[in-house]
């Protein structure tokens, strides 16, 4: 992938801050294994996450073997232990604010106003939903509500289940899930963006089709039983699959220059390396499959090119400064 320099001048501020060689933006599961690998490679690394990560909400998670069932605020805790072993990785809880990026390095601001600098940059800050305005929700968020069959899916197998969105990518997400379950209800604000096929998938599969809005969601003990609709309709279900869009956690992606698909991802190449130069990405921010293990792993890809990318630089530096002082003797 072509990258480019973002110039900006170097600023008093910056050249005061400690220089690492890595500062990563987030500390889900592709943060903190990157700082691992890092660590164990030796390497500076400051770690700056504001503690509230996607699954917060989610009392386990699944599809992470060895951790099957863990929740996902234990696995933090036990990576987040690990890191202390390796004295040259520091976790701050820190939102970042502002990243500026000069020639040899990137400087990012916190929100409280501290300052952080490193040579390499990993984006690895995540995505969250953007979340429909449907009263009760947050009481079933991450129990009864979800948005990924490979998550969730397993545990409301042959159960009765809605999925709602605005259009034809409902229709999408109710076709994984009939692999789990084939009570499945697809509720769309537009039937109008449907497809002839996917119309006639419905039909096929037996599957309710009910245009409309979502008004509310009711049940007892965070356990969805029923939903009711803007036009006062009510459907009973038990549990609630939302299509929707996701969005960035951070906009210092895009405050950098670094390019967005369609879909709202980080464009990288098979290195996580973004198209400006010393900035990469990694985990769920760069892709739209998300599972734990599949953040971590991507991490691991992006501490590994970055590790190579400073090895090579710092190679190619002791060979100049070689030349150099052969030049010089000859001179003299």
């Known amino acids: 992938m072509p990258t480019k320099h973002v110039k900006q ?27 691992l690998i890092l660590g164990r490679a030796r390497r500076s690394v400051v770690l700056c996450d504001d ?7 989610a009392d386990k998670m699944y599809g992470f ?19 202390k072993r390796y004295p040259s990785v520091t976790v701050v809880k820190s939102r970042i604010d502002r990243a500026k990026a000069t020639r040899t390095s990137f400087a990012l601001n ?3 106003g501290k300052l952080f600098t490193g040579k390499r940059l990993l984006l690895a800050n ?20 979800f948005v990924c069959p490979f998550c969730d899916g397993w545990e409301i197998r042959d159960r009765s289940v809605i999925v709602y969105g605005k259009g034809k990518e409902t229709v999408a997400l109710a076709q994984e899930l009939y692999g ?51 036009n006062g309709d009510w459907l009973s ?11 960035q956690t951070s906009d210092i992606a895009e405050s950098l220059g670094c390019k967005i698909d369609k879909k709202g ?18 985990g769920d921010a760069v892709t739209n499959v998300h599972q734990v293990i599949l953040a971590a792993a991507s991490g691991v890809r992006a501490a590994v090119a970055i590790c190579t990318d400073l090895l090579c630089e710092e190679a190619n530096a002791i060979t100049a400064a070689s030349a150099r002082r052969r030049r010089g003797s000859s001179l003299s």
């Not at 073997?65 to 890191?83: F, N, V």
């Not at 279900?237 to 969005?247: E, K, N, V, W």
């Open 65 to 83: 073997m060895s951790r099957d069932g863990t929740p996902p605020r234990k696995l933090l805790e036990i990576a987040r232990a690990e890191l």
């Open 237 to 247: 279900c038990d549990a609630l699959f939302l299509a929707t869009p996701l969005r």
């Open 51 to 57: 503690g509230h990560p996607r699954n917060a909400v």
């Open 265 to 282: 991802s980080i464009v990288v190449d098979d290195k996580c390396r973004t198209n400006v130069r010393g900035c990469y990405a990694a």
């Open 110 to 112: 916190s929100k409280v």
């Open 9 to 35: 001048k170097t600023s008093r501020a910056v050249t005061g801050a400690k220089l690492h060689d890595v500062v990563i933006v987030g500390g889900g599961a592709a943060g903190l294994n990157a700082a």
């Open 180 to 230: 789990w379950t084939n009570r499945v209800s697809v509720c769309v604000e537009n039937a109008t963006a449907l497809t002839a096929m996917q119309r006639r998938w419905i039909q096929l599969t037996n599957c309710r089709l009910v245009k409309g809005r979502l008004k509310r969601l009711v049940g007892e003990q965070r356990s969805l039983r029923a939903v009711e609709m803007a």
């Open 126 to 145: 995540g995505v969250r939903d953007k979340l429909p305005d449907i009263e009760g929700l947050a009481e079933f968020w991450g129990r009864s509500v």
